[in-house]
């Protein structure tokens, strides 16, 4: 054994540990470079990795008999590809789980409950690494309680809205992938003189819209946290923004809007971006026929909307999420290594740390309860105020660029105004 790994060895190796990991709700990229880091480091200290397939659902098969253990065994090296490549470790470039991702099994039907509990203590698992959002993490949690389990939870989404981390697994790779499109999207747009509505996942939550959009070069963003419905006011706003483009000579124009902004009748609607830009259209033509003179610029406007969907969930993961995705699979091991379970792994001012659960799921079944996001964007965060600044149109918003103090631009103020979320991540 290398002094590394004798390091590694007297440092962290206690007794022999049988776990599981699994991925629950909506994939992201990033999924099975956490799976990757887990079994590396678990290998190293010859515990046994169980993968549990399909979320939750998974320790159904087991507690029926469909599965056995062995079969759910994870090998460090067990995804290599073949020809010359054999011995390529391809698990952290792929995104996507492994393991599958969907649970359709209802922990409110005793059955399912009683099924799942019996499943994993088949398994005699002494702990259990669950990778999701806050939605599986609610689901998790009571499993876990109902079940006495040793649970550690690993927070991923590209909404980036997982309460008390500042980032999840997969916001950076999707922040990435729309940045992209929005920049593709420039050139067609210019090409045509159109106004380009590109709709950016988010459920409640605008950080992606927000980031991508500052990073992608958007005109006009809009976002939940401070558009929460399309209303007469904010199309009128947006196309005087659009008119003043066109007379400066810009014109085409990006406009992001986060699927969570709901539509004149305060519905969520599947086309907000379609229906912004048609309202978008009707509008400036209507302008234009009122005051010709004022309005001129806004005779020709043409519109379109592009649905980027869930294109925003794939591709290689980036570095970043790599990284990130593997400090927390590492992390994960270690909380249970040391024997402190039911938290949940956090990233916070730059460092991997973690969290008590109890002392964040009131927080998050409160915002279940009531339907809330549990980590908007900050509407007086630094992000926002940078949008302000460049000049980006985000509704008819109270805040404006010469308001801007240089506190906002260092916000760890903490101060979230609408959850008590002590991490604000935009
Ligand atoms: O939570 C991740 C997410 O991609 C959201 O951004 C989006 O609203 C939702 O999942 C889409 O879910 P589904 O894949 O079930 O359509």
């Not at 809205?161 to 697994?169: K, P």
């Not at 066109?246 to 406009?255: C, E, S």
């Not at 048609?278 to 806004?298: P, Q, T």
Request: proline letters at 4%.
């Amino acid at each position: 054994m290398n002094s590394f790994l004798l390091f590694l060895d007297q440092k962290f190796m206690t007794s022999k540990k049988r776990i599981g990991i699994l991925t629950s709700g909506g994939d992201c990229p990033g999924l099975n470079a956490i799976i990757r880091a887990v079994v590396k480091f678990s290998t190293l200290k010859e515990w046994e990795v169980f993968g549990i397939h399909r979320g939750t659902d998974g320790f159904i098969e087991i507690a029926q008999g469909k599965v056995q253990a062995e079969d759910l065994k994870l090998q460090d090296h067990g995804y290599d590809v073949p020809g010359v490549l054999q011995g390529l470790d391809v698990l952290q470039f792929m995104s996507g789980s492994v393991l599958g991702s969907l649970s359709h099994g209802n922990p409110e039907d005793d059955q399912v409950t009683q099924d799942i509990l019996e499943g994993y203590q088949r398994l005699g698992l002494d702990a259990l690494i669950a990778i999701g959002g806050d939605g599986s993490l609610d689901i998790i949690y009571d499993l876990a309680k109902k079940g006495n389990w040793n649970l550690v939870v690993i927070p991923k989404t590209i909404d980036n809205d997982v309460a008390f981390t500042e980032r999840s697994v997969g916001f950076d790779t999707a922040r990435n992938t729309v940045t992209q499109a929005l920049y593709d999207l420039t050139f067609t747009a210019a090409s045509h003189e159109r106004i380009i509505v590109v709709q950016v996942m988010g459920r409640d939550a605008g950080h992606l819209a927000l980031h991508a959009g500052i990073a992608g070069g958007a005109d006009c963003i809009l976002i939940p946290e401070l558009t929460p419905q399309l209303n007469e006011n904010l199309i009128e706003g947006m196309c005087n923004y659009i008119a003043k483009l066109r007379q400066d000579g810009r014109r085409f124009a990006l406009i992001v809007v986060s699927e969570g902004v709901r539509n004149l009748d305060n519905q969520k609607d599947p086309y907000i971006a379609e229906t912004l830009a048609h309202l978008l259209k009707d509008n400036s033509h209507r302008l234009c026929n009122i005051d010709n003179g004022r309005y001129n610029v806004l005779c020709q406007v043409d519109t379109r909307a592009t649905v980027l969907g869930h294109l925003q969930r794939c591709g290689v993961p980036s570095s970043f999420d790599r990284i990130l995705a593997t400090v927390f699979g590492i992390k994960a091991v270690r909380l249970i290594e040391e024997k402190r379970f039911n938290r949940l792994v956090i990233w916070e001012n730059g460092a991997v740390e973690s969290k008590s659960l109890e002392q964040i799921m009131p927080l998050i079944k409160w915002c279940h309860q009531e339907n809330s996001c549990p980590a908007p964007v900050d509407p007086e965060g630094f992000m926002v105020m940078t949008a302000l600044s460049l000049g980006i149109y985000l509704g008819e918003s109270h805040y404006h660029p010469k308001t801007v103090s240089i506190d906002s631009f260092t916000n760890n103020n903490n101060s979230a105004p609408i959850m008590q979320n002590p991490v604000s991540q935009s």
